[in-house]
C-alpha cells in the first residue's frame, strides 16, 4: 500500500471555509486597527500571564491578566495630533530628534513618517544620502536648509563639498522657508559655489516661500555682487548678512521687518555709508536693526562730517537700532550715515562694543571719536532705553548724550550700563542731569561700583538722602544688577521701602529676593 506524500494534501481534509470565530478575531483586530492606529505590543510579563491563565483555566487569574493587559503607558493615551506637535518642536532643538523618535516603537514611527513638518529642517554636511531622503520624508512642505561649516579641508575640497551639499537642495529652492550658510576660515570663492545656483534671471530659481536669510562669511575677499533668487522673494522678512555683497533689489529686500548688516568692507568712508543708506532707503518697513563697519583702520581726517547722501532716509518703523563696532574706534562710515537718518518711533538705543582685553587701561579702552558721533546723532524724540557698553562708556559723552534726549514731563528713559570702568564717579559726573529723565537704572558687569556708590548715587539723582527721610518720591523707580561682584546687593534690600523696585541677577538666573538674606544697609558716608 503507498503511502501518501507528505508534500501532498487531500482536497477533501480541507475546510470549505473558515470557522466562524477565526473570521471574528480578524475583522475585530481590524476595527481596533481602524479605531486606534496606534501599535501597542504586550510585554513580556503580560504574555507570559496571559498564557498561564489559558493553561490552567482559572477565572480569576484570566480576569487579572486581562486588567494586566489594559495597563498601558499614559502618553499611548495623547492623540496622534499631539504628539506629532511634541515631536515638532523637539525637533527645533535637535536635528536629529526625527531620527531618534522613529525608533522608539512602532506608533511612534507611524506618527513621525505620516508628520512632514517634522522633517523640514535639512542640515547639510558629510551624509548627503540621509538629508535627500529627509526632503522626501517633508512632501510638500517648506524647508529649512542650512550648510554646516566644515573645518580642515583644502581649498579645493572645500568648495566642492559646498556645491555637492547646495546641488541637493537647489531643485527645491521654491519650497525653501529659510537658508543659513555660515563660513568659518577662508578659501577662495565659497559664495560662488553656495550661491551661484541661486543667481540668474529665471523663475525656476525664485524663492516665493523664503523668509529668513542668513550668509555670514567673515574673511570673504570675493569683490563679486550677488544678485539672488531672480530678485523675487516677497515673503522674506528676516536676514542676516555679512562679508558679501548683494544687488539690494527692492523686489527682494523691500518687505523686511529685522536687519543684521554688516557691511563687506570693500568700501570705506563716504561711499559705504551712502550704499548702505541706499540699502536701508529699501527696507523702509525696518523696525529692528543691527548695523555695524569693519574696522579698516581709517585715519583722524576721514571724520570730516560732509554731506555723502542728498536724501534723508526716513524709516517710519524702525523701534529699535543697535550700532556695533568691532575696532578701537568707531569707523568713519557711520558717523557719516547718522545725520541722514529720521527715526521719530525709536525706542531702544544700543551702543555696543567688544569687551577690551583684560588688564588694559580704563581710558585706552574708550573710543577716541565719539564727540564726532554725538554731533552726528539725529533727533530721537520717542527713546525710551538707551544701552550703552564698553568702549562707548565716556562719562562726558553720555552726560552729553543724555542731555540732549528731549523730557517729555515725566521719568521715561530706563538706562543700562555695561563694562567694568563704572564706579562712583562716573556715575555721579555722568548722570549729573539726568534725574528727571531716568526711569530705571541696570548695572552690568561692573567690578569697581560699590553698594555705598550706588546710594550716594541715588541721593543725587532724588536731591535728598533716601535712607533718612520717609515719604519721598524717589527719581528712580527700578534699580537692575547684573553680575557685578564687588557690589553688595543685600545692603540694598531696603530700597524697596522707598519705591525703588531691585532686581538682581547672578550667573544668567535671576535671584528671587524673598529667601536672600538681607544685611547691614549700604549707606554713603
Excluded at 547639510?124 to 512642505?141: E, F, P, V, Y
Excluded at 580642515?152 to 543659513?180: D, F, G, K, T
Excluded at 541696570?442 to 541721593?459: F, H, K, Y
Aim: net charge positive.
Amino acid at each position: 500500500m503507498p503511502f501518501p506524500s507528505p508534500f501532498k494534501r487531500s482536497r477533501q481534509h480541507e475546510p470549505a471555509a473558515f470557522p466562524r470565530s477565526i473570521l471574528d478575531a480578524v475583522k475585530a483586530f481590524y476595527a481596533i486597527e481602524r479605531r486606534e492606529p496606534q501599535y501597542k505590543p504586550k510585554h513580556r510579563e503580560d504574555r507570559k500571564s496571559a498564557a498561564h491563565s489559558s493553561r490552567h483555566h482559572h477565572p480569576q487569574h484570566a480576569t487579572s491578566a486581562r486588567a494586566s493587559a489594559r495597563r498601558e503607558h499614559r502618553i499611548t493615551q495623547l492623540p496622534n495630533e499631539v504628539l506629532a506637535h511634541i515631536f515638532v518642536l523637539g525637533a527645533e532643538e535637535d536635528v536629529m530628534f526625527p531620527v531618534t523618535v522613529s525608533h522608539v516603537c512602532r506608533a511612534w514611527r507611524y506618527i513621525a513618517l505620516h508628520t512632514p513638518r517634522l522633517w523640514r529642517r535639512i542640515t547639510l554636511d558629510s551624509n548627503l544620502t540621509m538629508w535627500g531622503q529627509r526632503i522626501q520624508h517633508a512632501k510638500a512642505c517648506n524647508l529649512d536648509v542650512q550648510l554646516v561649516p566644515l573645518g580642515a579641508m583644502s581649498h579645493l575640497a572645500y568648495y566642492n563639498y559646498v556645491q555637492l551639499c547646495m546641488h541637493v537642495v537647489l531643485p527645491y529652492i521654491h519650497r525653501w522657508r529659510s537658508l543659513e550658510v555660515r563660513f568659518v576660515g577662508y578659501a577662495p570663492f565659497l559664495w560662488n559655489a553656495a550661491l551661484s545656483g541661486c543667481c540668474g534671471h529665471s523663475s525656476a530659481i525664485e524663492a516665493p516661500q523664503l523668509r529668513d536669510l542668513v550668509l555670514v562669511y567673515p574673511e570673504n575677499d570675493d569683490t563679486k555682487e550677488y544678485m539672488l533668487f531672480n530678485g523675487y522673494a516677497p515673503r522674506l522678512r528676516r536676514a542676516t548678512i555679512q562679508g558679501i555683497r548683494l544687488v539690494w533689489s527692492p523686489s527682494l529686500f523691500q518687505n523686511l521687518t529685522y536687519l543684521d548688516y554688516t557691511h563687506h568692507g570693500f568700501t570705506r568712508g563716504a561711499q559705504a555709508a551712502s550704499e548702505v543708506l541706499y540699502m536701508l532707503q529699501v527696507c523702509a518697513a525696518l523696525e529692528d536693526l543691527r548695523l555695524s563697519f569693519p574696522w579698516r583702520g581709517d585715519t583722524a581726517s576721514r571724520y570730516a562730517l560732509s554731506a555723502s547722501f542728498s536724501r534723508t532716509v526716513h524709516l517710519p518703523r524702525l523701534r529699535k537700532l543697535a550700532l556695533h563696532v568691532d575696532g578701537p574706534d568707531v569707523p568713519p562710515a557711520l558717523t557719516y550715515a547718522l545725520p541722514h537718518l529720521s527715526l521719530p518711533v525709536l525706542r531702544s538705543l544700543y551702543l555696543v562694543s567688544q569687551p577690551a582685553p583684560r588688564y588694559t587701561p580704563y581710558a585706552d579702552a574708550v573710543f577716541p571719536h565719539l564727540r564726532t558721533v554725538l554731533k552726528a546723532l539725529p533727533r530721537l524724540p520717542a527713546l525710551s532705553l538707551l544701552h550703552v557698553s564698553h568702549g562707548w562708556l565716556e562719562e562726558r559723552f553720555l552726560a552729553s548724550l543724555l542731555a540732549l534726549l528731549p523730557y517729555p514731563g515725566a521719568p521715561h528713559l530706563t538706562l543700562t550700563l555695561e563694562g567694568p570702568q563704572l564706579s562712583h564717579g562716573f556715575l555721579a559726573y555722568a548722570l549729573r542731569t539726568a534725574g528727571r529723565k531716568l526711569r530705571g537704572l541696570a548695572l552690568v558687569r561692573t567690578e569697581r561700583l560699590t553698594a555705598e556708590g550706588v546710594v550716594d548715587v541715588l541721593n543725587r539723582l532724588s536731591g535728598t538722602h533716601l535712607q533718612s527721610t520717609t515719604h519721598v518720591l524717589p527719581a528712580l523707580s527700578a534699580l537692575y544688577i547684573r553680575d557685578c561682584p564687588g557690589l553688595d546687593w543685600r545692603s540694598l534690600q531696603w530700597l524697596a521701602t522707598v519705591g525703588i523696585a531691585l532686581r538682581v541677577w547672578e550667573g544668567g538666573r535671576e535671584v528671587d529676593l524673598r529667601y536672600a538674606r538681607a544685611t547691614k544697609r549700604a549707606r554713603f558716608p
